[in-house]
């Protein structure tokens, strides 16, 4: 099973996928900080009389900034297999892998 010799072509795929998965590895932290201070944090320190009662109202924008960061995870997963065609181009370096 020796992989095929990149192209040049393979290269740039490979590198813009890349790019996108640290561009998803960034919304899946921000997405995981907004939901959990509009789920925990938020409402602990308002009960804890530690934030006034005028805190819950960003509950329910952090609760759809965390939703719109997990679809845009997921878009960047389906752009990365449909668009840049991932199975195609582990198939062009590892042709005998699929016998």
Do not use: N
């Not at 790019?19 to 959990?36: C, D, E, N, R």
């Not at 609760?63 to 752009?79: M, R, S």
Request: hydrophobic content about 55%; glycine content about 8%.
């Amino acid at each position: 099973m020796d992989p095929e010799p990149l192209t040049r072509s393979q290269w740039a795929d490979i590198g813009f996928a890349i790019k996108l998965l640290w561009i998803s590895m960034v919304l899946m932290f921000t997405g995981a900080q907004a939901f959990l201070a509009a789920h925990a944090i938020i409402p602990s320190s308002v009960a804890s009389h530690h934030l006034s009662a005028r805190w819950l109202r960003l509950r329910p924008m952090m609760y759809a900034g965390g939703f719109a960061c997990l679809a845009g995870v997921a878009a960047v997963f389906i752009y990365i297999i449909a668009v840049i065609g991932v199975g195609d181009l582990v198939h062009s370096i590892y042709p005998h892998l699929y016998r």
